[in-house]
């Protein structure tokens, strides 16, 4: 195990599932982070949390549903502003 | 200046915004908002309202859900957003559009509180502290989050957060806006949005492995368990203790 991969590595490991247009890793650190967690279980592990984590945030935001008649009056707000027949 | 006067020429200044993004700073204390003073609008300022503003309706309310934590507010900030940006329409070049409503939700968010909540407006910069290199603990591979994590667990760890993790945390992880755009919404750089992201993340993290069911706790505490790779990583939690 090389510490210092190890260490460079967990510093890209949210950029690497982000894929984050402001902090976009070069493809040659995307591979150096895949090969890496690929021989390196606790990196493995570090990146198998982390999406964990991701996936569970995301399917919050799924289950909150957001009231339909909160929706239905901004629609028909927004349908006011702008004045009938323009959609 | 006001909104209407505002030109495309005017946009991606802002702090932490990219290149294209649009700069807002004239959608402050505006409080006239009802609708018939709203209607200075052209036709085509019609058709735009509802090609670029109106999906972006469901979007805008659970973003202002994340940042006042309360349907109810959220729906009464998206209100003063669609006026304001009904208004801003016409001087509006079509670029970002989701970006844009952002600002004018931030700026709006941020009227609402200034009236309601003035304590709550100030948001000085973390501090911010960093281990020494090697200084971090060890986390073995058991202490993995659970394959399943648990609705309530997550709930219960992000309200634990500090607001301002929370916060950055709700609208990247949960809504779904990029870097750009939470910095856009809350005004500061997109370095900070990332460093707030990791410790947000980090904390919860560490708060949900505490959560485990003990049965998993106790198998990896028994004697015998392995200790393998103690010591083995020593810059690789570094976040753990920020």
């Given at each position: 195990m090389n510490l210092t991969t190890c260490w460079w590595a967990s510093r890209r490991l949210d950029r690497y599932l982000d894929g984050d247009p402001s902090a976009v890793l070069s493809s040659a650190d995307v591979r150096r982070v895949e090969r890496h967690a690929a021989t390196c279980r606790r990196c493995a592990g570090d990146l198998a949390e982390r999406r964990r984590l991701r996936e569970a945030l995301r399917d919050l935001d799924a289950r909150r549903i957001t009231d339909p008649a909160s929706l239905e009056r901004l629609d028909a707000m927004a349908a006011q502003l702008r004045g009938p027949g323009t959609a | 200046m006001s909104v209407e006067e505002m030109n495309p020429g005017d946009q991606g200044k802002g702090r932490g915004a990219p290149p294209g993004y649009p700069v807002?700073?004239?959608?402050?204390?505006?409080?006239?908002?009802d609708l018939g003073a709203a209607r200075s609008v052209s036709e085509t300022g019609d058709v735009r309202f509802a090609q670029w503003v109106e999906p972006e309706i469901e979007v805008l309310l659970r973003v202002a859900h994340s940042l006042t934590g309360s349907w109810a507010d959220a729906e009464d900030v998206v209100q003063d957003t669609l006026i304001r940006a009904y208004r801003a329409i016409d001087g509006f070049?079509?670029?970002h559009p989701r970006a844009w409503l952002l600002t004018i939700l931030r700026r709006t968010h941020l009227n609402s509180l200034r009236r309601t909540r003035p304590d709550l407006v100030e948001d000085a910069s973390l501090e911010r502290r960093r281990p020494a290199f090697g200084r971090a603990s060890v986390v073995s591979p058991e202490d993995v989050l659970d394959e399943r994590l648990l609705d309530g667990d997550i709930e219960v760890a992000l309200q634990a957060l500090d607001p301002r993790f929370r916060t950055v945390v709700l609208l990247v992880d949960v809504n779904g806006l990029t870097y750009a755009e939470a910095a856009e919404l809350l005004d500061v750089p997109v370095g900070t949005v990332m460093s707030r992201l990791s410790r947000g993340r980090t904390r919860l993290r560490k708060s949900l492995r505490s959560r485990r069911p003990r049965s998993r706790r106790a198998a990896r505490d028994r004697p015998g368990a392995t200790t393998e790779g103690a010591g083995h990583r020593p810059g690789h939690d570094q976040e753990e203790k920020r």
């Open positions: - | 807002v700073d004239a959608l402050d204390a505006r409080d006239d908002l070049d079509g670029r």
